[in-house]
């Protein structure tokens, strides 16, 4: 899985969607769901932080984030629920 390059945590992503971050210390790596305005509870999983996706805000909002780098496909919208690194806004099938 090929991964952006990290961004300093003042910069947001474009993108709704679940981000892998390191946290504020700087010591450990883990995952976050960013909103479009916030980001929520930390997990130490993708599926942790998916588990905390509508949690109230997380109380650092500043952390370095890094995404997927993927190649956007010929697609249609629909429905489906945003993976790691999609945009719900860009909620989207192979079409």
């Known amino acids: ?10 910069q947001k992503p474009v993108r709704i969607g679940l981000y892998q971050q390191i946290c504020g210390f700087g010591v450990s790596v883990g995952y976050q769901y960013w909103d479009g305005a916030a980001w929520h509870a930390w997990g130490a999983t993708r599926k942790e932080a998916l588990a905390e996706r509508d949690s109230t805000p997380a109380f650092t909002q500043k952390d370095k ?3 997927l780098v993927k190649k956007t496909p010929n697609v249609k919208l629909t429905g489906a629920a945003p993976h790691f690194g999609a945009a719900s806004s860009d909620r989207r099938e192979r079409g």
């Open 1 to 10: 899985m090929k991964m952006t390059p990290w961004f300093e945590g003042t």
């Open 65 to 67: 984030w890094r995404g």
